[in-house]
């Protein structure tokens, strides 16, 4: 399956629309890249089609029904004041047929039952500067096949490597325990107020002073229990993040290397992920999902959570979220197109029915701190400083941050296409 039809099943999925919209001969409404254009418009012509949707991206003339387009850079500030930046394609397109349009151009163009959209699901799948392909796309949906079957506003945070690993340590970046206790109590605090739900990656051991291996509460006794209590009061949902975080071959010839599972064998995955289990059961709660580092499971590490009945976290990539016991991750890691502070993206997201599923690692999106600084952008790194992104997501309004669990049952149930 090429990319834009599986784009086109996973919108279809989560919009319940069954096989009405997408790739094949009997949709009733087409969907295609730039060499399916012209058959698509023809279908459309003739009564075959009652729409088509074609996504086409990057440079081009102008070619039969597909408008001249071409590549711009910067930051985009489309309706109601939501700002992205990124590499956009922008159509050469009167006002008649602009159907998105930004202070850089024209992003689709509509002309009749056709809509042509600036989008490649390969390259920008993911992105968080691709927010207003899906409500174009439903709305133009909804036009011609009713009202879709979205799901409610409802998203995902996920933090990982809390209170720390051994990689962590092995670099030098281990976090004292009473500073991460601190952090961690605030953050169950403001989770409560909120009614929001986090996700928790925790591996299950970590290294002494003496360099040996221990359970991850000798290490971080008090980070440990804040977790726990926050688990207790139904706002923290445990992950199992592995056993130690680190390859422990390449440790033994002195190397960090923290991708856990990626070259174990079935035997070894089993156990690792069984002693992982073991530890989270006894000090915070049987998780109901796995995540191997850096999404390195390997086919062993992937098939022992399978055989453990652990739903594993996966990569965004552009299909169904909820696949084969695997929860795609709908958004890329450090939310590529985030423009300074501006977190307005994952509402509208949410609202189109594409729950937005945030992770991050310690407390901040990854480089957010450096990025900043690069840019030499003060304002938005005082801000940043004064309240981090973790307080900012929690307190976000529109969307119901879930715990994994809850969003794989509503994915589930979901499954089903809606009432024609």
């Not at 929001?196 to 008090?222: H, Q, T, Y």
């Amino acid at each position: 399956m090429d990319e834009i039809s599986a784009w086109g099943t996973g919108m279809a999925g989560l919009w319940g629309l069954g096989d009405r919209f997408g790739s094949q001969p009997s949709s009733v409404v087409g969907l295609g890249g730039e060499g399916d254009a012209q058959g698509l418009v023809e279908a459309v012509a003739s009564g075959a089609r009652a729409g088509a949707v074609i996504l086409a991206s990057g440079e081009g003339p102008a070619s039969g029904s597909l408008p001249a387009r071409r590549t711009v850079s910067g930051v985009a500030s489309f309706d109601g004041g939501t700002k992205v930046e990124g590499d956009f394609t922008v159509f050469d397109a009167d006002g008649d047929s602009a159907a998105v349009r930004s202070d850089l151009g024209v992003h689709a163009v509509r002309i009749g039952d056709v809509l042509v959209v600036g989008y490649d699901p390969e390259r920008e799948w993911g992105r968080i500067d691709s927010f207003w392909v899906p409500e174009i796309v439903g709305a133009f949906l909804e036009g011609h096949l009713g009202r879709l079957d979205r799901l409610p506003p409802i998203g995902i945070l996920r933090l990982d490597d809390t209170p720390g690993t051994a990689q962590h340590q092995m670099q030098g970046r281990g976090t004292d325990d009473r500073r991460q206790h601190r952090r961690i109590a605030r953050t169950v605090d403001r989770l409560r107020s909120a009614g929001s739900v986090l996700n928790v990656a925790i591996a299950a051991e970590a290294l002494d002073d003496a360099g040996e291996r221990v359970p991850l509460d000798r290490v971080w006794p008090k980070s440990i229990a804040a977790w726990e209590r926050g688990i207790r009061l139904g706002v923290v949902e445990p992950v199992c993040h592995g056993l130690l975080h680190l390859d422990t071959e390449a440790f033994e010839r002195g190397e960090v290397e923290f991708r856990e599972f990626a070259r174990l064998d079935a035997a070894e995955a089993g156990d690792r992920i069984d002693r992982a289990l073991a530890w989270q059961e006894e000090h915070l709660a049987r998780p109901a999902t796995f995540a191997a580092p850096a999404w390195a499971y390997g086919e062993a590490g992937d098939a022992e959570g399978a055989a453990r009945g652990l739903v594993r976290w996966h990569r965004a990539r552009p299909g169904p979220m909820l696949e084969d016991g695997r929860l795609h991750e709908s958004l890329l890691g450090a939310l590529p197109g985030l423009h300074d502070l501006d977190f307005s993206p994952l509402q509208r997201l949410a609202a189109a029915g594409i729950p937005p599923m945030v992770a991050m690692h310690g407390g901040l999106l990854d480089s957010r701190m450096q990025t900043l600084k690069e840019r030499r952008e003060p304002l938005p790194l005082i801000r940043l400083f004064l309240k981090r992104d973790m307080a900012r997501l929690i307190d976000l309004g529109g969307i119901e941050w879930l715990g994994a669990a809850d969003l794989v049952r509503r994915l589930s149930e979901h499954r089903e296409p809606a009432e024609s």
